[in-house]
């Protein structure tokens, strides 16, 4: 069985960012709160994290800063994934040694691959890497979907911990698990997954919600696990409006102007993703209220 890096809920956390650039107090404060709330884990310069528009310098930066303000409270996962391998190279050693404990490979976006590719790609990665390596499967962004054969493949490397499955397809995923056993731990990359990915044996999820409900999405991971899947189920149902309105337009966009109106972070994003249009607003801070969330 592969040691899995975290189980149950795990943030895919915003990079608060002004025109200035980076506000690691605001970060700082964000951190703290996350942890104090009882969050599993934190994934730094993620898609949530807007890792695209991020510099080199900040990108490396905030991984430095996310786990020397973690301090070890919580495992501390880097996205370091590119479409350029030799970049997703550096980027990855260079996590691994300020102390990550594990990385996020998201698949090549763009010039895509084909399955041969990717298991080449991720195994030179991971052969690399001193930390465990979770792969991340976004075929929605990406244009490239990992296969659950080639899943398969690559669960066999010793470094390769686990994968964020973001395809949408429950039936690939319960593929994935019919082919790989224990030899992979798999995280719902969808927050209105994580109960059915977690009932065919998943892990938890990388979530968009916990960033807003920390506590909330971690009871839900727990209580599924200690044997009340009643009770998550219910969570997650009740979830799903707010899930909704967190995905009425693309990833961060809705999540960050939700932070914003918690008092966490300025509602600045750098192009070409823009501020979220008000109507959509207006059904994200309903569904907000409705969850007990202060604004």
């Known amino acids: 069985?592969?040691?899995?890096?975290?189980?149950?809920?795990?943030?895919?956390?915003?990079?608060?960012?002004?025109?200035?650039?980076?506000?690691?107090?605001?970060?700082?404060?964000?951190?703290?709160?996350?942890?104090n709330e009882g969050i599993n884990a934190l994934v730094v310069c993620g898609t949530t994290g807007e890792s695209s528009t991020l510099t080199d310098e900040e990108h490396?930066?905030?991984?430095?800063?996310?786990v020397e303000r973690a301090a070890g409270r919580v495992p501390i996962i880097a996205g370091t994934g590119?479409?350029?391998?030799?970049?997703?190279?550096?980027?990855?050693?260079y996590a691994c040694s300020v102390g990550v404990d594990g990385v996020l490979l998201v698949t090549p976006y763009y010039n895509k691959a084909t399955q041969n590719g990717l298991i080449k790609m991720f195994s030179e990665l991971?052969?690399?890497?001193?930390?465990?390596?979770?792969?991340?499967?976004?075929?929605s962004r990406t244009g490239v979907n990992i296969e659950p054969k080639t899943v398969a493949a690559l669960a066999e490397h010793p470094n390769i911990s686990g994968i964020k499955e973001a395809?949408?397809?429950?039936?690939?995923?319960?593929?994935?698990?019919?082919?790989?056993?224990?030899?992979?731990?798999?995280?719902?990359?969808?927050?209105d997954q994580t109960v059915p990915i977690m009932s065919l044996g998943g892990k938890g999820c990388i979530s968009v919600l916990s960033n807003l409900l920390p506590a909330k999405s971690a009871e839900m991971c727990a209580r599924f696990k200690a044997g009340d899947t009643a009770a998550a189920a219910k969570m997650q149902i009740?979830?799903?409006?707010?899930?909704?309105?967190?995905?009425?337009?693309?990833?961060?966009?809705?999540?960050?102007?939700a932070m914003a109106a918690m008092g966490f972070c300025e509602d600045y994003l750098r192009l070409p993703l823009t501020p979220m249009e008000q109507a959509h607003r207006d059904v994200l801070f309903e569904q907000m209220r409705k969850q007990g969330i202060e604004i």
């Open 82 to 93: 590119s479409n350029d391998t030799a970049y997703a190279s550096d980027l990855t050693k």
């Open 167 to 191: 395809s949408g397809s429950i039936s690939k995923i319960a593929e994935i698990f019919s082919l790989c056993g224990d030899k992979i731990n798999v995280y719902s990359g969808n927050d």
């Open 126 to 139: 991971a052969d690399e890497a001193t930390a465990p390596v979770i792969l991340y499967n976004v075929p």
């Open 1 to 35: 069985m592969k040691k899995a890096i975290f189980e149950g809920m795990a943030t895919a956390l915003i990079t608060p960012i002004t025109r200035d650039g980076v506000d690691y107090e605001a970060y700082g404060k964000l951190i703290d709160w996350q942890i």
């Open 60 to 66: 490396r930066a905030v991984i430095k800063y996310a």
């Open 238 to 257: 009740d979830f799903l409006p707010l899930i909704n309105a967190l995905f009425s337009e693309v990833n961060p966009i809705p999540v960050k102007a």
